[in-house]
């Protein structure tokens, strides 16, 4: 039998691998038979509150895409920003925190330009979704070159691995949107889509049957995307909720009151 002191070493030693382990090597994953994401190894803490910086300069941004909303016959539960005034398609998009590249995409759309697209994700189970994404950084260049080319505007995605981290604050991309969009904004599109998910739980939000059936990605990504007007710091928040909405569809959003 083992005494007090042993006890309260190995104790202490199994308690140092968990906390070894926490938030390393930790998956997310949707789990398509139980409609629920799940952490394979031991997820780390997420900090409280969450408060994360803006992924691009605010001061450039000339209206917010709202998420939670139908947009060009499609529901999006991810929101973005616009850049009407820009004579360019030179913005960058930043990482907000520390997390992993869970899996991306890279399509011809509009004008066969190559649009990039990822989702991004924190130990402890926040995810960020980006797409629209026109010049990649240089590391991202390599991981997004290993990843089939999509036509059609065909955005299906490809895990990635191994993993690729970024760090907060990190360049993901220098420049965004579409030079040459016919459709109108003067022949040039400068938008970023940005989504924010919590991974750990459900936002209570309640789609019926027949919007199910309609938009299949409900349960990977609608019911668990937020407001992420509400976790962005104080000073980018006021300037968000101050901007105009984009899009025909304005301030319309399931997430954001």
Known sequence: MASPIETYERAKSDLADIQKKVGVNVNWQFDQKTKNWQAIGVASNCPEPLVFPSPVDMSLVSGILYPGQERGGDYKPHGGFRFDNRDDNNIEVRAIFD????????????GGEVQNFLFYVSNCGIMVMHDH???????LQEVFAKIPLNKNGDSRTTEVTPKVYV??????????????FPSGYAGRNVFVDFGLYDLRKTNGFDYDTAFRSK?????????????????????DASLV???????HEGKVSDYCK
């Open 215 to 235: 938009h299949p990605n409900i349960d990977e990504y609608g019911v668990y995307a937020v407001c992420w007007f509400d976790y962005i710091d104080a000073k």
């Open 133 to 139: 994404l026109l010049t990649l950084s240089p590391k």
């Open 241 to 247: 909720k101050s901007l105009p909405a984009g899009g």
């Open 99 to 110: 997390g992993y590249i869970l899996k991306a995409s890279r399509y011809e759309d509009i």
């Open 167 to 180: 760090k907060k604050d990190e360049v993901l991309a220098t420049a965004i949107g579409y030079k040459s």
